[in-house]
């Protein structure tokens, strides 16, 4: 709280101001367009999957990395991009960000193999680990604290929600009327409007410190080890040896990046940035909303596409409601801000979101989607709305200037890996349960498929459907673990203005 006032007040934020865009509506366009072609990249690919294992040849278990080689190099290296643009300059690492980001969408779009595909996605992963943060901390640069910054979270926090949607269904709309590759093509247009737009931001004084590389290698390696770890994890059942190797790897590697940056001048992750007892509580509850939101959608496509046979642009189509919802929400979660402590916006909005999950829970084989699955979603995606805006405000608050792109880097990571983590853990809970109605439920069903044995494929699709909903009820557990962090942990009150200069 004080911190942000004597910022507020002090004669280089004063003149910082005279930086902010002259052109925001402009500057937010760019920020967004850019949040939207990051984050729709994460489940675009989803529904394509069928095509892309079809035209390449791809088995089963190398099939999941096509999604996951981007969220692991996503997840795992997004501290080193924010690091980067906070040294190097955020709009200069920005555009770079996008320009890698650019080139992989192409390289995967043309792509002859798998081998190249994979090698595609993990590059799209570095780009956006470049981009993301240091779009967010952009945001700190252009915008003013007050009502122009809560305005840009609002619109920053609805592209990151409903990117994600929209990912699925434009995979579907793409995949179905044109090809496969479109859902990676499909970024060309949007990378060369954002690069096109970036002149209109402003850039930031660079911090004179150095990029930990040591630092950075051992933070990255424990996080990609972590959710490779946890991927396998969820393929196995948490066994064997390899996945116990990686949580160990993983373990060594991050107790030594904490180590590191206790200790160095210059780290990569100052680490006061969660001494705030605010702040470390915002970033634990987006981890858990970024656990359950994930989870949701991979369960929910599960659900329409193998229980009620959906096909790829229905399904797609299918989750606008979840869209609607976010897309309404959050810009009246960016008013809410300004008169309310973040605690009573994002707090209720996660206990809405777990509604919907429970509602969802009840979901059978013969569920209609007009009274069942698109309120409920609806109702999920309006509570994840009014959550999204102050847990993106509340986890770069009162960050020093020099230290935003860390702070943006840090909330992002904790999205990615919840999403990997809630994947991988509530699919082997999914999994676990279906076995108890019908052993090998997944397995029994693609064979019923494929012999057109009716009767069986009624009896595996009534087994998943246990295991799906006592999943999204798990996941609605998530919400209200995180709701409940923000009401005993998050103290910060309402978000505060920044006075005018010069007025």
């Given amino acids: 709280m004080s911190s942000v006032a004597e910022a507020d007040t002090s004669p280089g934020a004063a003149a910082a101001q005279s930086g902010f865009s002259r052109r925001p509506v402009l500057a937010l366009l760019v920020i967004a367009a850019a949040e939207l072609m990051v984050v729709l990249d994460a489940t675009i690919v989803n529904i394509a999957l069928p095509s892309i294992q079809d035209a390449l040849n791809i088995s089963d278990s190398d099939l999941a990395w096509v999604v996951n080689a981007y969220a692991v190099t996503f997840g795992g290296l997004m501290?080193?991009?924010?690091r980067a643009g906070d040294l190097f300059g955020r709009r200069r690492v920005f555009r770079l960000g996008v320009v890698t980001f650019v080139l992989a969408s192409v390289l995967g779009g043309v792509a002859?193999?798998?081998a190249l595909l994979?090698?595609?996605r993990v590059l799209q992963g570095v780009g956006a680990a470049v981009a993301a943060p240091t779009a967010l901390a952009l945001i700190a640069t252009n915008f003013p604290e007050g009502k122009q910054r809560n305005r840009a979270m609002g619109t920053y926090a609805a592209m990151a929600g409903v990117g994600s949607v929209l990912g699925l269904i434009l995979g579907g709309l793409l995949t179905e009327y044109l090809d496969w590759r479109w859902v990676l093509l499909v970024n060309i247009p949007i990378g060369i409007a954002v690069l096109a737009g970036t002149s209109v931001?402003?850039?930031?004084?660079?911090?004179?410190?150095?990029?930990?590389?040591?630092?950075?290698?051992?933070?990255?390696?424990g996080l990609l080890s972590l959710i490779y770890g946890v991927t396998r994890g969820g393929l196995t059942h948490f066994t064997g040896g390899r996945t116990a190797i990686c949580f160990a790897v993983a373990a060594v590697l991050l107790v030594v990046f904490m180590e590191r940056q206790a200790r160095i001048e210059h780290p990569m992750?100052?680490?006061?940035?969660?001494?705030?007892?605010?702040?470390?509580?915002?970033?634990?509850s987006l981890f858990l909303?970024?656990?359950?939101?994930?989870?949701?959608?991979?369960?929910l496509t599960l659900y329409m596409q193998n229980v009620l046979d959906y096909g790829a642009v229905k399904t797609g189509l299918a989750y606008l409601?979840?869209?609607?919802?976010?897309?309404?929400?959050?810009?009246?979660?960016?008013k809410l801000v300004a008169k309310l402590p973040p605690r009573l916006v994002a707090g209720p909005g996660l206990l809405v979101a777990a509604s919907g999950l429970v509602w969802l829970s009840r979901l059978t084989p013969h569920s209609s989607y007009p009274s069942t699955l698109m309120p409920a979603m609806f109702i999920t995606a309006a509570g994840l709305g009014l959550a999204f805006v102050p847990l993106t405000l509340g986890a770069v608050r009162g960050v020093d200037e020099a230290d935003s792109g860390s702070a943006s880097a840090l909330l992002n990571t904790a999205q990615q890996i919840g999403g990997a983590l809630g994947i991988a853990s509530l699919a082997m809970l999914a999994h676990t349960?279906?076995?108890?109605?019908?052993?090998?439920?997944g397995k029994v069903y693609s064979d019923a498929v494929d012999r057109g044995d009716t009767a069986l494929v009624v009896k595996a699709q009534a087994a998943m459907t246990y295991g799906f909903t006592h999943a999204l009820l798990a996941g609605a557990l998530v919400f209200v673990a995180g709701a409940l962090i923000m009401a005993l942990v998050v103290t910060a009150g309402k978000q505060e203005t920044v006075p005018r200069s010069g007025a």
């Fill in 118 to 120: 994979i090698c595609a």
């Fill in 433 to 441: 349960i279906a076995d108890t109605r019908l052993p090998k439920a």
């Fill in 321 to 334: 409601p979840f869209s609607v919802g976010i897309g309404v929400m959050a810009p009246v979660a960016s």
């Fill in 269 to 284: 992750l100052p680490l006061h940035i969660l001494r705030d007892r605010s702040r470390a509580g915002t970033y634990a």
């Fill in 79 to 82: 501290l080193l991009g924010g």
């Fill in 289 to 299: 909303t970024g656990l359950g939101m994930f989870s949701t959608f991979y369960f």
């Fill in 112 to 114: 002859p193999n798998e």
């Fill in 201 to 221: 931001l402003e850039e930031a004084d660079r911090d004179q410190g150095k990029l930990d590389l040591l630092g950075a290698a051992a933070g990255t390696a």
